[in-house]
């Protein structure tokens, strides 16, 4: 059964930092593309980041400077390394797995809430 597992969301003040792993198991495919979605109340589900297998990163412009994403391939594990957490950072995480020569194409976690507040 393919699974992503996320772990490391919680409560935090603004300013502080958190670190979202995401262990992807059970997939005897490569992901071409991990990355991680957020989802605020009320609100739409918005990429945050991704980095492709060969390392190439995007980030949504709210994030750049703040977060980092990054890769182990060999664990099968993407992170978030998030710092300079500010309120609207606030929301439900999601790790995806993008296999484009698949169906489906797209694999999710189950999410992880950050929480951003003195």
């Known amino acids: 059964q393919v699974q992503l597992v996320e772990s490391g969301g919680g409560l935090v003040q603004p300013g502080g930092s958190l670190r979202l792993s995401c262990a992807a198991s059970?997939?005897?495919?490569?992901?071409?593309?991990m990355g991680w979605y957020r989802q605020a109340p009320g609100k739409q589900r918005e990429l945050v980041a991704f980095?492709?297998?060969?390392?190439?990163?995007n980030y949504a412009n709210s994030v750049k400077g703040r977060f980092t994403i990054s890769r182990d391939n060999a664990k099968n594990t993407v992170y978030l390394q998030m710092n300079s957490l500010k309120p609207e950072d606030t929301a439900v995480y999601y790790c995806n797995g993008f296999a484009p020569e698949r169906l489906p194409q797209n694999y999710w976690g189950q999410g992880t809430q950050v929480a951003v507040s003195s």
């Open positions: 059970g997939n005897s495919f490569s992901y071409s593309r």
């Open positions: 980095i492709t297998d060969i390392g190439v990163t």
